[in-house]
């Protein structure tokens, strides 16, 4: 038997004002997104901004639906879309924010299980590692240099 040990490094900014401009703006977009998030039933929106390699910003917004798993991430939303209108382009940062409508939201909100999925297609189709920075509504934000600290033990192609 043996024993291995993973470790995940993050650089944490007290708060917004912190980061750098380039990734303020990101950020930014991200919170006016994710005022349009369509959440009525967990009343929790995510607003997600993405930088690609061609200077263009992708942003998404979570989507619900009385159907549950019909619902679409903010992450999700953003990714595939980009995906889908520049399909040769890279992520190269990806900005994430959270509030919640019966809560104030001040502990950094990272992608869920299925976003880190599907974030983690995407680096590995781009073989670029995409920088991902994510807060709550207010407060520190955590910045991971690429999906693998979020996901240390990828599923991807190789296993297929």
């Known amino acids: 038997m043996k ?4 470790t ?12 750098p401009a380039e990734i303020q703006d990101l950020m930014n977009q991200a919170v006016e997104i994710r005022k ?19 200077g ?17 991430c903010a992450e999700r939303t953003a990714i595939f879309y980009a995906g889908s209108a520049y399909p040769e ?4 940062k990806m900005a994430i924010t959270a509030a919640s409508d019966t809560n104030q939201t001040t502990a950094p909100i990272p992608p869920c299980g299925s976003c880190r999925q599907s974030i983690a297609e995407y680096e ?19 910045k ?14 190789k296993f297929l």
């Not at 024993?3 to 993973?6: A, L, M, P, S």
């Not at 997600?48 to 061609?54: G, Q, R, T």
């Not at 263009?56 to 619902?71: R, T």
Request: hydrophobic letters at 45%; charged letters at 20%; glycine letters at 6%.
């Open 124 to 142: 590995i189709k781009q073989d670029t590692p995409i920088e991902i920075y994510f807060m709550g509504e207010i407060g520190e934000v955590y």
């Open 8 to 19: 995940s490094s993050f650089t944490i900014f007290d708060n917004l004002n912190e980061l």
């Open 89 to 92: 382009a890279k992520i190269l």
């Open 56 to 72: 263009k910003v992708i942003l998404g917004s979570n989507q619900e639906n009385a159907a549950y798993p019909s619902g679409l």
């Open 36 to 54: 349009k998030a369509y959440a009525p039933y967990s009343k929790f929106k995510v607003g997600a901004a993405l930088l690609l390699d061609n």
């Open 3 to 6: 024993e291995i040990n993973i």
């Open 144 to 157: 991971s240099s690429s999906l693998k600290n979020l996901l240390p033990l990828m599923f991807d192609k």
